[in-house]
């Protein structure tokens, strides 16, 4: 596991924060002082990652402003030790002013209690039964994308859709990790999900039985709605998905297709490398996307396909659920003008984590690289917009989503005034 010096910081005692912190760790002993250090040692890394990373290099004054930042702290601490109304559990204190320090810098950065610190760094896998939810953090936990086929996508739940409880488990103060792992569980048993949807303000409960879920694949088929265009469904970024690409492409050719509409909508799971495989094939050479590492030059992800290059014209259909790989694949092809975009904004998550241990065994869990598009432009945590917008009206929850679809129907309202154009 990856663990940059850059971010070893000193974790020696507490001598010179001030006395009133040492008389508290004095009064409140080790556990506490553990605590503090495992705070203070917090503060530098995400200093540095903000100001000496992916975010531009931190300039002479800005670390000094961090430890200004940090006697602030020290000052917050002492009034709310002395002056607050009861007994302060400073543990519980300083545990959520960690949180509060990684959540302010994305969404998939988190603090990571001991435990979920060790089970990352043993490897430990989750249970294989899921129902299907690829979720973030916004304030609760929300749904990225519910996968094709899945128990959450049969059930209709829908990108944006928020998970308030858990089993019961409010979900305000639970990292993504700690989310998936609750949402994972043995094949056959049951979670029980509170979901709020739009500006409802009940939530809504469904149980849903976790499933052993099978791999999704590339599909491809001809439009029946309008002559000449096929339709490829790329439901994750999956490695060998190039190849089931090519293969969908060449047939969809074969059988007399001379657009094609990709549909990435939902597809949130894969990596970064297979999808910059995928874009490739599109584009005959020229960069697809930027890598940018915490402490590492920027490296170009360059196409090398030349005249083997797919020429056909593509309409991408996106959604909130289109997210990291799904997002590197769209603007690569709109960015090298080899494709049109129709639907809603994508989900703005392109970055990578890693951990970074504290002192005291808990972790920050911190993004560290992230995929920008290839002029350069950050796709996290914004996202892209269409080229072309197409709002989506939701049922209520527990409502069956429409079978109509309003994005794909729009693409082929705009293949077919490009053909008439061209005709």
Do not use: C
């Not at 503060?43 to 940090?70: D, S």
């Not at 249970?127 to 936990?141: K, N």
């Not at 944006?160 to 990292?175: H, K, N």
């Not at 099978?214 to 790329?234: C, E």
């Amino acid at each position: 596991m990856l663990r940059p010096t850059a971010w070893r910081v000193s974790t020696g005692p507490v001598a010179g924060r001030g006395p009133w912190l040492r008389k508290l760790v004095a009064k409140r002993g080790p556990a506490l002082r553990t605590r503090i250090i495992a705070f203070f040692a917090s503060i530098p890394i995400i200093a540095f990652a903000v100001v000496g990373g992916y975010y531009g290099r931190a300039a002479a004054g800005e670390e000094e402003q961090t430890y200004r930042h940090l006697r602030v702290f020290e000052d917050v601490v002492s009034l709310i030790s002395n002056n607050y109304v009861e007994l302060v559990d400073l543990d519980d204190v300083l545990e959520g002013a960690l949180r509060g320090l990684a959540e302010g810098l994305d969404s998939d950065s988190a603090y990571l209690s001991p435990s979920d610190a060790r089970r990352i760094e043993s490897g430990q896998r989750l249970p294989e039964g899921r129902v299907g939810l690829d979720v973030t953090r916004r304030y609760y936990l929300q749904v990225i994308a519910a996968l094709d086929g899945s128990p959450a996508a049969e059930a209709g739940i829908a990108p944006g859709d928020y998970v308030r409880a858990i089993d019961g488990e409010p979900t305000r103060l639970l990292s993504v990790i700690e989310g998936e792992r609750r949402l994972h569980g043995e094949p056959g048993t049951t979670v029980t999900l509170s979901l709020i949807r739009g500006s409802t303000q009940e939530p809504y409960d469904i149980a849903l039985v976790r499933e052993r879920l099978a791999p999704t694949a590339v599909s491809g088929r001809l439009l029946a709605q309008v002559d000449g265009v096929g339709y490829l469904r790329i439901p994750a970024f999956d490695e060998g998905v190039a190849e089931a690409v090519a293969e969908e492409i060449a047939a969809l050719e074969a059988n007399g297709a001379s657009h094609v509409v990709i549909d990435v909508r939902n597809a949130a799971e894969g990596a970064y490398e297979a999808a910059v495989q995928a874009a490739g094939l599109f584009v005959a050479d020229g960069t697809l996307a930027i890598r940018e590492e915490h402490g590492a030059a920027s490296t170009p992800l360059e196409s090398t396909t030349g005249e083997d290059a797919i020429g056909l014209p593509v309409t991408l259909l996106t959604n909130f659920g289109s997210s990291g790989p799904a997002e590197v694949f769209v603007s690569a092809l709109v960015e090298r003008d080899r494709a049109t975009s129709i639907g809603q904004r994508t989900a703005g998550r392109t970055s990578l984590q890693r951990l970074v241990p504290l002192p005291d065994g808990s972790a920050l869990w911190l993004s560290w690289a992230r995929y920008l598009t290839a002029a350069g432009e950050s796709i996290h945590p914004f996202g892209l917009a269409p080229g072309i917008g197409v709002a989506v009206q939701l049922p209520e929850l527990g409502e069956p989503l429409p079978e109509e679809d309003a994005v794909l129907e729009r693409a082929i309202e705009e293949i077919e005034g490009l053909a008439a154009e061209a005709a």
